[in-house]
């Protein structure tokens, strides 16, 4: 591929680039919860945000993701984060919506008293806010690989962007999504990007991991623009969509 190749591709792709909102959890579940009942409980517990009317218009999209290892696929993976059960990937109307939904009265009356059944502490102790930024724009498939990237050296955001665009060969050029990080968040979650590499389905994903090194990639990749060593790679597969 020639470097003029390689620039007008590049181009196209950060032209179709959209910025819209998340709310992202890093979720631990209920160690009363066996690891193969968390699955249905929190699909149980997503359920009961159709009776939350008041937000109904400002959450656009849910979609649950479950550790590959939580759902006992495999046993272990090198490199990924076993001591957390799934990622929420919550679509919301505008960054306001971040604040109202914690105090909306429906949502304080009818989700809250679900969640420590659910996870370990309430959701809004591991929920991130994010501006989605969607590099790779193809859709979603069924599994994902989210990395919470740690300590992103500062003005370095342009540099991340095209050095992940460069690498999403990585993802056989499949969907990929960066995400910026709010600068308020909950203790013990200080993590500054969060990015999507999306696979066709959890065989895709574990057959790439397998063949290649996910550590000496990324070093290579983007080591010098954060700390890889307190970041986090969760691997996992959708369990829960909607709409």
């Not at 400002?58 to 001591?83: D, E, N, R």
């Not at 389905?201 to 996910?214: I, K, N, R, V, W």
């Amino acid at each position: 591929m020639t470097f003029l190749h390689l620039f007008l591709q590049t181009l196209s792709l950060l032209q179709m680039v959209r910025f819209s909102w998340k709310m992202i959890y890093l979720a631990k579940r209920n160690p009363k919860l066996a690891a193969h009942e968390f699955e249905q409980a929190w699909r149980e517990h997503s359920a009961l945000g159709k009776q939350c009317r008041n937000v109904q218009d400002k959450v656009l999209g849910v979609t649950q993701c479950t550790s590959v290892l939580s759902k006992g696929i495999v046993p272990s993976l090198k490199g990924i984060h076993a001591y957390a059960d799934g990622v929420n990937l919550l679509q919301i109307r505008d960054l306001q919506v971040a604040s109202d939904i914690w105090n909306d009265p429906e949502t304080q009356a009818i989700m809250k008293p679900d969640e420590l059944r659910v996870f370990d502490r309430y959701v809004r102790e591991f929920t991130l806010v994010a501006k989605e930024e969607v590099v790779v724009n193809v859709p979603a498939g069924q599994a994902v690989l989210v990395g919470f990237l740690s300590q992103l050296s500062k003005g370095t955001e342009q540099q991340l962007r095209q050095s992940l665009l460069e690498f999403s060969e990585w993802n056989f050029g499949k969907r990929l999504v960066l995400n910026s990080v709010q600068p308020d968040r909950p203790k013990g979650y200080n993590y500054d990007a969060i990015v999507e590499w999306w696979f066709d389905d959890s065989a895709q994903l574990l057959t790439c991991l397998g063949q290649t090194d996910l550590q000496t990639h990324l070093q290579n990749a983007i080591g010098s623009l954060c700390n890889l060593q307190s970041s986090v790679f969760m691997a996992t597969q959708v369990t829960h969509r909607r709409p």
